[in-house]
């Protein structure tokens, strides 16, 4: 089926992805701190250093609370990274998207592609955290098992219309508007270290626009072993919408930008 006119073959998808792969292959180094050793020495930090002045959150520690929140802001947070700059630097500075032009590659490989990078990414970091959570005794319930799958899909969810902004900007400045003014709001205010339902009722509305925030209780509900606040079906189905919307957007826009 064609989508805004772009095709999208399995072969080049993968093609791209080969070639993502075996760049971060050269420079994983660069990542480890920010995607495995950051988001334990948070938890650490926050779980169980603040966790002992704030005490329980709804019947369960402040360490168990507060676990899939970074779970999944560490998702979010490596898609808005991963999407900014290296998405800029291979249109205007080395050019690599336009070089795979030149080959049978289309826009909408390049977009998929990618995509398939970020989730794997995403979800190796997500595993380990999981992992390191469960040396913790954070998880509650094995449930716990699929919040991997969703912080794969809060990485899509983020990653496709960062995606498609960084391919319609000139100038990385305008990351820093993107930073101050989504990313860290987001993370703050979506429900990771506080519920919610503690912001005045008239700004919660902006909370749930996030797909982070629907991550984070998805998140939550799985490692707790209780209900979320909105129907299961609701969260994912906001998720996916959001994801299906972002990849439209980054096709024209990798398709436009292309045209340069």
Same mark, same amino acid.
């Given at each position: 089926?064609?989508?805004l006119a772009t095709r999208v073959s399995a072969r080049s998808t993968l093609a791209v992805l080969e070639r993502d792969l075996t760049l971060?292959?050269?420079?994983?180094?660069?990542?480890?701190?920010?995607?495995?050793?950051?988001?334990?020495?948070?938890?650490?930090?926050?779980?169980?250093?603040?966790?002992?002045?704030?005490?329980?959150?709804?019947?369960?520690?402040?360490?168990?609370?507060?676990?899939? $929140?970074?779970?999944?802001?560490?998702?979010?947070?490596?898609?808005?990274?991963?999407?900014?700059?290296?998405?800029?630097?291979?249109?205007?500075?080395?050019?690599?998207?336009?070089?795979?032009?030149?080959?049978?590659?289309e826009a909408g490989d390049m977009v998929c592609g990618y995509l398939l990078y970020i989730l794997i990414r995403v979800e190796i970091a997500?595993?380990?955290?999981?992992?390191?959570?469960?040396? /913790?005794?954070?998880?509650?319930?094995?449930?716990?098992?699929?919040?991997?799958?969703?912080?794969?899909?809060?990485?899509?969810?983020?990653? !496709?219309?960062?995606?498609? /902004?960084?391919?319609?900007?000139?100038?990385?400045?305008?990351? !820093?508007?993107?930073?101050? /003014?989504?990313?860290?709001?987001?993370?703050?205010?979506?429900?990771?270290?506080?519920?919610? $339902?503690?912001?005045?009722?008239?700004?919660?509305?902006?909370?749930?626009?996030?797909?982070?925030?629907?991550?984070?209780?998805?998140?939550?509900? !799985?490692?707790?072993g209780a209900a979320p606040p909105w129907p299961v079906a609701a969260h994912l189905a906001y998720l996916l919408v959001f994801t299906a919307?972002?990849?439209?957007?980054?096709?024209?826009? /990798?398709?436009?930008?292309?045209?340069?």
């Amino acid at each position: 089926m064609a989508i805004l006119a772009t095709r999208v073959s399995a072969r080049s998808t993968l093609a791209v992805l080969e070639r993502d792969l075996t760049l971060y292959r050269r420079l994983w180094r660069a990542s480890v701190f920010s995607s495995f050793v950051l988001p334990v020495l948070f938890l650490l930090s926050i779980g169980l250093g603040v966790g002992g002045h704030v005490g329980d959150i709804g019947g369960v520690s402040y360490l168990a609370w507060i676990v899939p $929140g970074v779970m999944a802001a560490t998702a979010f947070q490596m898609a808005v990274g991963e999407c900014t700059y290296p998405i800029l630097g291979d249109f205007k500075w080395t050019r690599g998207f336009h070089a795979m032009r030149a080959t049978p590659v289309e826009a909408g490989d390049m977009v998929c592609g990618y995509l398939l990078y970020i989730l794997i990414r995403v979800e190796i970091a997500a595993v380990v955290f999981l992992g390191v959570s469960a040396l /913790f005794g954070a998880l509650r319930s094995p449930w716990a098992l699929v919040t991997p799958l969703v912080c794969g899909l809060v990485a899509l969810a983020t990653a !496709a219309p960062t995606m498609a /902004f960084s391919a319609g900007v000139d100038h990385d400045s305008y990351f !820093a508007l993107l930073f101050r /003014f989504v990313m860290i709001p987001s993370t703050l205010f979506a429900g990771v270290f506080f519920p919610v $339902g503690q912001l005045p009722a008239v700004v919660r509305p902006l909370a749930y626009l996030s797909p982070l925030w629907h991550g984070v209780e998805l998140d939550r509900a !799985a490692t707790l072993g209780a209900a979320p606040p909105w129907p299961v079906a609701a969260h994912l189905a906001y998720l996916l919408v959001f994801t299906a919307a972002g990849m439209l957007w980054a096709f024209h826009a /990798f398709g436009r930008r292309l045209q340069d």
